[in-house]
């Protein structure tokens, strides 16, 4: 039984990546940024999914692209990482409005540890504090649960992770009370789309949770089976083969329609997937646009 509303139409482009394909005019960066832009009732709106690291390239493809930054309705992070926030502020201030929506977990402003090569938080920056992102005109809206942001859009909130081969953690860690201990991520959110008469599509930041345990929730939480697109980093750089095996096999058997993954998904995944699921399977790359 459905669960979520219905959009008219939707189209998804990548603003930023870590690539930007051959002879491309888009400037690339270690980070994502995909823009959604849904048609409900007749009108237009647009949910950006992540700022990249800086906003500058992000700016810079827009331009290009024609969009202007004013235009964007809303804004949801997938997780608290630099390569995903750090354009936060800048955005906003090249927004320039006030109360703009951004959507994140609750844990989403913690500092979050690497030791790799020294002690360093990948975490939200100072520069984009809560303090500074609501001085920029943002409004937090943090959330752990799903919520329904507008009628055939959805973002998951946390995602339970049922599936074994989709080890938790990626080997960063979080100081509380004095105390160190691994940090799984569990901020990490992606959004789920349904457009009338087609099936769910899911975007992903990083993927931390796990995309075969993002899917299986988006599904659950969606009331759909059938999943039309998966688009972003699946963050398996470091990932075994056998995991890299595993994933690709699921998605097969889940019968994906279309898998666009880049940034943090690694070569190795990238080349297994492009192998087991033929030409439904795109390298991610800024500039790339799907209908859905
Ligand atoms: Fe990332
Ligand atoms: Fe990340």
Redesign the pocket.
């Known amino acids: 039984m459905a669960k979520i509303g219905e959009l008219d139409s939707a189209k998804v482009t990548v603003l930023l990546d870590d690539y930007a394909g051959y002879e491309s005019r888009f400037l690339a960066q270690h ?2 940024s995909i823009l959604l832009e849904a048609v409900y009732e007749g009108k237009q709106y647009r949910i950006l999914l992540d700022v990249g690291q800086s906003a500058y390239p992000i700016l810079h493809n827009m331009e290009l692209m024609g969009i202007s930054p004013s235009s964007i309705d809303a804004i949801v992070l997938s997780h608290c ?1 630099y ?2 926030t750090g354009g936060l502020v800048e955005f906003l201030k090249a927004a320039g409005k006030r109360d703009f929506p951004i959507v994140a977990h609750p844990d989403i402003f913690r500092e979050n540890y690497a030791f790799r090569p020294i002690i360093q938080n990948i975490g939200v920056s100072q520069d984009n504090s809560r303090e500074a992102v609501e001085e920029a005109g943002g409004r937090m809206c943090l959330v752990w649960e799903p919520l329904e942001i507008m009628p055939g859009v959805m973002v998951t909130g946390e995602v339970p992770r049922r599936r074994d081969f989709e080890k938790p953690g990626i080997g960063t860690w979080n100081v509380k009370d004095g105390k160190v201990a691994p940090d799984e991520i569990v901020d990490d959110i992606s959004i789920v789309v349904k457009v009338k008469d087609k099936g769910i599509s899911v975007l992903t ?2 993927s931390h949770a796990g995309i075969i345990n993002i899917i299986d929730w988006a599904k659950e939480i969606s009331g759909h089976d059938r999943v039309d697109l998966v688009i972003g ?1 699946f ?1 398996l750089i470091r990932a075994s083969a056998q995991r890299i095996e595993k994933t690709a096999q699921a998605l097969l058997e889940l019968g994906v329609k279309k898998v666009v993954a880049g ?2 998904t690694g070569l190795s995944a990238q080349a297994e997937m492009a192998r087991v699921l033929g030409d439904k399977f795109v390298q991610l790359g800024a500039g790339i646009s799907v209908e859905l």
């Open positions: 980070g994502i990482h390569d995903h930041g990083c980093g963050h940034h943090c």
